[in-house]
């Protein structure tokens, strides 16, 4: 059974930071993992990507303040946020694929590449 938690959500002032955490409870080892976000009223986007052996991927509105990163130990997927501002609203979802992310351009565009999925945790920046 596979479980991807997410957690790290909440209420944030602007310019401020958080870190969100996906941990999986799995027992298969995922090769890449991702975060994406879903605004009110908008499509669910993807934030950034993470391969196995460490590569990332970020889309353009995250570069610069969101960095992807994980504990191989903890079986945990970070994505840490500065200088947060309204627009970064959102319920944020972990993503994670048994392969490896390949064109990680392409996994972060496309929802329908990814096998399992996080229920969630919102940010709110007010």
């Known amino acids: 059974h596979v479980q991807l938690v997410e957690s790290g959500g909440g209420s944030v002032r602007p310019d401020g930071s958080l870190r969100l955490s996906c941990r999986d409870s799995?027992?298969?080892?995922?090769?890449?993992r991702g975060w994406f976000r879903q605004a009110p009223g908008k499509e669910r986007e993807g934030v950034a990507v993470i391969d196995l052996d460490g590569s990332t991927e970020y889309s353009e509105f995250a570069k610069g303040r969101f960095t992807i990163s994980k504990d191989i130990a903890a079986k945990t997927l970070y994505l840490e946020i500065s200088s947060l501002t309204a627009e970064d609203t959102a319920i944020y979802y972990c993503?994670?694929?048994?392969?490896?992310?390949?064109?990680?351009?392409?996994?972060?565009?496309?929802?329908?590449?990814?096998?399992?999925w996080g229920q969630g945790t919102q940010v709110t920046v007010s």
């Open positions: 993503a994670a694929d048994l392969r490896w992310c390949g064109d990680k351009s392409y996994a972060l565009a496309t929802r329908r590449w990814w096998g399992f």
């Open positions: 799995g027992s298969r080892s995922f090769n890449c």
